[in-house]
Every structure is written in C-alpha cells, then in structure tokens.
C-alpha cells in the first residue's frame, strides 16, 4: 500500500495583511489507507457439467489520490515577525474563512500562482489513462476559489468535493509536481465525507508507488 508522509511547514503569522497566504502549524491526528481484507471472497459449490451465473463486486483503492481533513483555528494579527503577542487581533468567525492549500513545493511563490487545468495536472503526475484522472473529475464550472488576492483555479482544474470546493495552480507555466498546489475553501464546521463536522477537505496528487511529501498552506480572510 502507498504510504503519504505529511510535513507540518514552519508557521508564518498572518500579520494583518488581506490575501496573505503563509506556512501552517498543526498535527497530524491519523493516517489510513482503504482495503477490502474485511470482505469474505465469494464461493461457489459445482462440478463438470455446471454453469454459474455469478454477478461480483468489489472495490478497489485508488493509488493516485490522497486526501487530508480537519479543523483550522487561528486570527487575523496586528504584531512583529515572529512574534507572540499582538498589537491587535481580529477574530475570524465568517462561515466563509479562506483557504487552505498543500503542495509538494516548500517554499512556494504565491505571487505567481495562476490557473493551470486538469490536463496539466495528469501530466505532471503521470496520469496517462485510468478513471481516477484529474480529468475525470476537475469539472465543476462553479469553483471560485481567490488564493493570494487571484483567482487561479478555474473550470478545467477544479471540483466540488461535499461541502468544499477545491482545485488545482501552478507556480511555473509548464508545471511539474512540486510546482503545483491544491487549495480547498475554509467552511466552518461543515460536514465531512463521515459526517462529522471540520473546516476543511481536499483531495491531491500522490506518486504511485513513491512516498510524496505535502505542506499546508493557510489562508485566512
């Protein structure tokens, strides 16, 4: 089974700026993988002379896709770098909060960051055929999602995923892996793929066979 390793970035305070995006603290709580090892194979009982009509299923674990979840805390500040105490704080309490975003790319320049499509993003990660493409479901023309004061993702490189909207940008203009990111909107206490209440799902990129690293970027509004 694939295995994902998640890197935590250093944290960089949102300082009071609008449309700043920066490095998120956090901790991973769990990490797990689908089989099907609960399911019993089915049997059949036959000798020579026998035809079965036998209609099977199953499901079978994508190699390509990962996902993270979860909650985000945090404000809008007035203060010095680094700092631990602030001139002023602002609270975020919107339904709508902003975003968050992970990418292979340690050290990202937001201010390039632009829109890139799903055929981009099967190129970079080798997603020459199957069903699981970022063309298969980078198809929900209603995504607007405004990261770093833009609005990169677009038609062809973004979905809907429950109660979030989420997508593909690129860094460069011929993007490879580490110079894509995939952002999700911040939607207080909406609800999960499990029914359980958190501010973010997503959905992003992983090499098959190899282990990726992804950091997370935050974005409050």
Same mark, same amino acid.
């Given at each position: 089974? &694939? &295995?994902?390793?998640?890197?935590?970035? #250093?944290?960089?305070?949102?300082?009071?700026?609008?449309?700043?995006? *920066?490095?998120?603290?956090?901790?991973?709580?769990?990490?797990? *993988?689908?089989?099907?090892?609960?399911?019993?194979?089915?049997?059949?009982?036959?000798?020579?002379?026998? #035809?079965?009509?036998?209609?099977?299923?199953?499901?079978?674990?994508?190699?390509?896709?990962?996902?993270?979840?979860?909650?985000?805390?945090?404000?809008? %500040?007035?203060?010095? !770098?680094?700092? @631990?105490?602030?001139?002023?704080?602002?609270?975020?309490?919107?339904?709508?909060?902003?975003? %968050?975003?992970?990418?292979?790319?340690?050290?990202?320049?937001?201010?390039?960051?632009?829109?890139?499509?799903?055929?981009?993003?099967?190129?970079?990660?080798?997603?020459?055929?199957?069903?699981?493409?970022?063309?298969?479901?980078?198809?929900?023309?209603?995504?607007?999602? @405004?990261?770093?004061?833009?609005?990169?993702? !677009?038609? !062809?490189?973004?979905?809907?995923?429950?109660?979030?909207?989420?997508?593909?940008?690129?860094?460069?203009?011929?993007?490879?892996?580490?110079?894509?990111?995939?952002?999700?909107?911040?939607?207080?206490?909406?609800?999960?793929? &499990?029914?359980?209440?958190?501010?973010?799902?997503?959905?992003?990129?992983?090499?098959?066979?190899?282990?990726?690293?992804?950091?997370?970027?935050?974005?409050?509004?």
């Amino acid at each position: 089974m &694939k &295995k994902l390793l998640w890197a935590i970035a #250093v944290m960089a305070l949102f300082c009071g700026t609008a449309f700043a995006i *920066g490095n998120a603290t956090g901790s991973e709580v769990s990490q797990s *993988g689908w089989t099907n090892t609960n399911q019993s194979a089915v049997s059949i009982t036959t000798e020579g002379g026998n #035809v079965s009509n036998v209609d099977l299923s199953t499901n079978t674990s994508t190699s390509r896709w990962a996902g993270a979840y979860g909650n985000i805390t945090g404000n809008l %500040v007035l203060g010095e !770098t680094g700092a @631990t105490s602030f001139m002023y704080t602002w609270t975020v309490s919107s339904a709508d909060l902003g975003e %968050v975003c992970v990418s292979q790319n340690a050290a990202p320049t937001w201010t390039s960051f632009a829109a890139t499509t799903r055929a981009e993003v099967d190129t970079a990660f080798g997603f020459a055929s199957g069903d699981d493409q970022a063309a298969d479901f980078f198809t929900d023309s209603s995504v607007v999602l @405004t990261v770093s004061g833009t609005t990169p993702i !677009t038609t !062809t490189g973004a979905t809907t995923l429950g109660s979030w909207q989420f997508g593909a940008g690129e860094f460069t203009g011929t993007p490879g892996e580490s110079d894509l990111a995939f952002c999700a909107n911040i939607s207080q206490q909406a609800t999960d793929y &499990k029914g359980h209440a958190v501010d973010f799902e997503l959905m992003f990129p992983a090499t098959t066979g190899l282990t990726d690293v992804y950091y997370f970027y935050l974005e409050l509004e």
